[in-house]
């Protein structure tokens, strides 16, 4: 655990199913300027590269990353980061959520967990960053899945 965790959620005034379609479909995320997910499908246990642009202005640092559990019927979407053997030196847990809280509005909950060595001292990542971005990023899947 680390006092860097990271946790937003924000209300989306559209259906479930249609935010869910928005969120999954990772080779299409042009509403998202600060993270990519490049893997050939979202399916757990698949591995590829987290693509991170800090100052969302498309200069990318790369990452390796998992999936985690992901499920449709949840709605639930996550991927796991490590360094270092069982993630000693750093690991990331993230995740996005979604909770149908009527007909027309979306619940989108938006956090990761930090572990290992580095985290818990204040290294690893700029955390303050990583929290206004992912603010951002559920800020542009709203803006995105309301205008269509």
Request: glycine letters at 8%.
């Amino acid at each position: 655990m680390s006092r860097f965790n990271i946790s937003h959620e924000t209300i989306i005034n559209a259906p479930v199913d249609r935010v869910w379609k928005e969120l999954i479909a990772i080779d299409d995320w042009n509403w998202n300027r600060w993270t990519k997910l490049k893997a050939e499908t979202p399916t757990e246990g698949v591995k590829g590269k987290l693509l991170a642009s800090y100052e969302g202005d498309e200069v990318w640092k790369e990452f390796d990353f998992q999936f985690g559990r992901v499920s449709e019927s949840e709605y639930l979407l996550t991927w796991i980061g490590s360094v270092g053997p069982k993630g000693c030196l750093f690991s990331g847990n993230h995740t996005m959520q979604l909770e149908r809280m009527n007909e027309n509005e979306t619940r989108l909950i938006h956090r990761e967990e930090f572990g290992g060595a580095l985290p818990k001292i204040g290294l690893g990542l700029p955390y303050k960053t990583l929290d206004r971005n992912y603010l951002l990023m559920n800020e542009s899947l709203k803006q995105c899945v309301e205008k269509k």
